[in-house]
């Protein structure tokens, strides 16, 4: 089972990301391009899994960039509550 199947599992493993880019000394700002990145390539690669995901792929392509970004933003902050 892939991590994108279930919404919170993808979350734990975002979570888990960020914490491990946080431990080597990667910048906000680098966390939030690579955030936005990741993001661009799931809208655009990948088939969303479940309901969540696909809120997320329909937003995204309705959005600009600057407001794609501000999703991107928005996923780092959902993780870092946990």
């Known amino acids: 089972m892939s991590v994108l199947d279930n919404f919170e599992q993808w979350k734990d ?3 888990e990301r960020l ?3 946080k431990q080597q000394g990667l910048s906000e700002q680098v966390v939030s391009d690579v955030a936005y990145q990741i993001g661009d390539y799931l809208a655009k690669q990948v088939d969303p899994k479940n309901p969540e995901e ?6 995204w392509s309705v959005a600009d960039e600057e407001e794609q970004h501000a999703i991107a933003n928005m996923m780092v902050k959902l993780v870092q509550k946990k």
């Open 54 to 59: 696909r809120v997320l792929a329909d937003l």
């Open 19 to 21: 914490e491990q880019a």
């Open 13 to 15: 493993f975002l979570g």
